[in-house]
């Protein structure tokens, strides 16, 4: 994410290592939530600069893998089931097509 806020210019970017779906913690998991929501408010109130970024330490408590595969759907949603073969296409051409 910080990569990201670097590129395109975020003025201010706090910087957490969750799982995509839970940027804020697991579901109910108030104190996680709360703590990561407080060093947000504080970068905002002391953030010194213009793309200012922040890192939360707090390490992911369970398997990384197991909370993707958790989060994700067992079966494809219709626009990703529509684009899938399109995409295999393409990064199977990888580097043929001309942009």
Known sequence: MPYWAEKIGVPRTLAVEHPYGQPLGKAG???R???VLLQ???LLEQAQQP??????????EDD???AVRGWQPLQPSPIIRYLQP????LIRHKGQFKV
């Open 29 to 31: 998991d108030r104190k």
């Open 51 to 60: 793309g200012q970024i922040w890192h939360d330490d707090t390490p992911w």
């Open 86 to 89: 399109r995409i295999r296409d």
């Open 64 to 66: 990384v893998e197991q």
């Open 33 to 35: 939530q709360r703590q």
């Open 40 to 42: 947000a408010l504080t």
